[in-house]
């Protein structure tokens, strides 16, 4: 189910570090992943997607992991920078459902 | 290339007052549409999603309806506001058999006072 009750987690990170960001999903039968970025007053944006028969996509300084054995999935920024202070979001899309299902999110905050 | 609007971007009303919030898509036809509420620094709770038109599915029983009147038209309506329906109003769309990706709009916030 949506945690929207809860408060964010929050990451903190040093500028030109890395981060990564983590995210439990619930089913197993989830055939399709995304991490969305959102910044303050706007809306989700997609940031990479991944599919359940892989393990590994790499977009521009970003990779996401999937973890099909522990239902895990995880988003890694490279060389963070304050751009990237934001609200992240996983979802994953069941293979015959029609909704998303959405984690609590995580608040990434880039210290100078 | 697909766009999605929502309007109006902000809005303020007073509790027992209507409501009614637009979204369009365009660039895409059949998607999957949804609306979702976003509480100050809270996850994405899903409302109603609509698979065609006319068909409205509802995730959290309250004083909110939704209609979808044309393919890609999507209505949250209100006929008399809480307090508790502030909060940051999200339109998104789908297709599961085209890009895949659930792509949101900008959203409205709405203050009830």
Known sequence: GESVGLHLPTLSVQ???????NCAYSNSASDYFIWYKQESGK???????????????????????????????SLQIAATQPGDSAVYFCAEAPRDGQNFVFGPGTRLSVLP | SQTIHQWPATLVQPVGSP???ECTVEGTSNPNLYWYR??????LQLLFYSVGIGQISSEVPQN????RPQDRQFILSSKKLLLSDSGFYLCAWWRRQGTDTQYFGPGTRLTVL
């Open chain 2, 38 to 43: 976003q509480a100050a620094g809270r996850g």
């Open chain 1, 15 to 21: 500028e030109g570090d890395n981060s990564i960001i």
């Open chain 2, 64 to 67: 909110l309806s939704a209609s």
């Open chain 1, 43 to 73: 809306g989700p944006q997609f940031i990479i997607d991944i599919r359940s028969n892989m393990d590994k996509r790499q977009g521009q300084r970003v990779t996401v992991l999937l973890n099909k054995t522990v239902k895990h999935l």
């Open chain 2, 19 to 21: 409501l009614s919030l």
